[in-house]
């Protein structure tokens, strides 16, 4: 269970760690990773939140996303995190980061460094319920129309995530 975050400065250097609640009610600026998965075709793994989720619940996203534990390795915990909720491993490249915040419902806020990997899969996907709804494999050009048509299907973070990659 992932249940602290690693506290970070503007200059990402590590200040302490929060439980990860905590570090959203108060905007606490933390560590956080993105995934997005491609098949062969180009097209880009898409998941919708769980409805359960305590914020962004049933919302399109990037493959996967969490937050790294203290001491843990950002792309082994990246990886580790993509099994937990696609269960399907692949090798991870690092694609940059960003740092953004922005509030969201439930008086919660996100206020990450966002560090983002990119990677490549064509096998079977079984989502953790828990974590994902559904699933989809998405074209890059219909996935940046629908950003313009309806962004409030997506997360908050989807646009930035793919800029970076």
Same mark, same amino acid.
């Given at each position: 269970?992932?249940?602290?975050?690693?506290?970070v400065?503007?200059?990402?250097?590590?200040?302490g760690?929060a439980?990860?609640?905590?570090?959203?009610?108060?905007?606490?600026?933390?560590?956080?990773f993105?995934?997005?998965?491609?098949?062969?075709?180009?097209?880009?793994l898409?998941?919708? /939140?769980?409805?359960?989720?305590?914020?962004?619940?049933?919302?399109?996203?990037?493959?996967?996303?969490?937050h @790294?534990?203290?001491?843990?390795?950002?792309?082994?915990?990246?990886?580790?995190?993509?099994?937990?909720?696609?269960?399907? /491993?692949?090798?991870l490249?690092?694609?940059?980061?960003?740092?953004?915040r922005?509030?969201?419902?439930?008086d919660?806020?996100e206020?990450e460094?966002?560090? =983002?990997?990119?990677?490549?899969?064509?096998?079977?996907?079984? @989502?953790?319920?828990?974590?994902?709804?559904q699933?989809?494999?998405v074209? @890059?050009?219909h996935?940046?129309?629908?950003?313009?048509?309806? @962004?409030?299907?997506?997360?908050?973070?989807?646009?930035? =995530?793919?800029?970076?990659?």
């Open positions: 269970m992932r249940n602290e975050v690693v506290l400065n503007d200059n990402d250097e590590i200040t760690r439980p990860k609640l905590e570090a959203h009610r108060k905007g606490l600026l933390h560590r956080a993105s995934v997005v998965i491609y098949n062969s075709k180009g097209e880009i898409l998941q919708q /939140r769980a409805f359960g989720k305590y914020h962004s619940a049933g919302l399109w996203s990037n493959t996967c996303c969490s @790294p534990q203290p001491g843990e390795d950002i792309r082994e915990s990246a990886g580790q995190r993509l099994y937990e909720e696609m269960s399907f /491993r692949a090798p490249e690092y694609a940059g980061k960003f740092h953004y922005v509030a969201l419902e439930n919660m806020t206020h460094i966002d560090y =983002v990997f990119r990677g490549y899969y064509d096998g079977e996907v079984n @989502p953790d319920p828990d974590e994902v709804a699933y989809k494999w074209s @890059p050009v996935l940046l129309r629908e950003l313009e048509t309806a @962004p409030h299907l997506y997360t908050y973070w989807l646009p930035m =995530v793919l800029k970076t990659v």
